[in-house]
Nanobody
Framework: VQLQASGGGLVQGGGSLRLSCAAS????????IAWFRQAPGKEREFVAA????????YYADSVKGRFTISRDNAKNMVNLQMNSLEREDTAVYYC?????????????????WGQGTQVTVSS
C-alpha cells in the first residue's frame, strides 16, 4: 500500500487544519491507519488511529477532544481534523498503515508510511 499525506500548512494558534491521507494499492480498506508526528529534536509520537471499519478510534491524550480522525473507504481516504491548534502541535505529520486493521498506537505495527506533511502553528 502507498500513502500520500497532504493538507499541512501554517496556521495561527487556535485555528484549524485538515490533513488527508490518500491510500492506494490492494485492499487498502483492510488496513488500520494512524497519524504520527515528529517535532524537531523529538521522537516520532502517536497522534490518532482508526481501524479498518472506521468504528474504532484512538487518540493521544494531548490531542483528545481537539482532533478527529475519520475514513472514507470508498475514496481510500483518511482525514485528521485538527481544531484548537497549539504551538506544541507544530511537527511533521505522517500517516501510516497497519495490516492488522486495528487502531493501534504502537509504531511497530505500522509498516507502511507516507512522506509527511508540515504543520506549523504560530502564536
Amino acid at each position: 500500500v502507498q500513502l500520500q499525506a497532504s493538507g499541512g500548512g501554517l496556521v495561527q494558534g487556535g485555528g484549524s487544519l485538515r490533513l488527508s491521507c490518500a491510500a492506494s494499492g490492494r485492499r487498502t480498506s483492510d488496513y488500520g491507519i494512524a497519524w504520527f508526528r515528529q517535532a524537531p529534536g523529538k521522537e516520532r509520537e502517536f497522534v490518532a488511529a482508526i481501524d479498518w471499519s472506521g468504528l474504532s478510534t484512538y487518540y493521544a491524550d494531548s490531542v483528545k477532544g481537539r482532533f478527529t480522525i475519520s475514513r472514507d473507504n470508498a475514496k481510500n481516504m483518511v482525514n485528521l481534523q485538527m481544531n484548537s491548534l497549539e504551538r506544541e502541535d507544530t511537527a511533521v505529520y505522517y500517516c501510516a498503515a497497519s495490516i492488522s486493521g486495528l487502531s493501534s498506537s504502537d509504531r511497530r505495527e505500522y509498516h507502511y508510511w507516507g512522506q509527511g506533511t508540515q504543520v506549523t502553528v504560530s502564536s
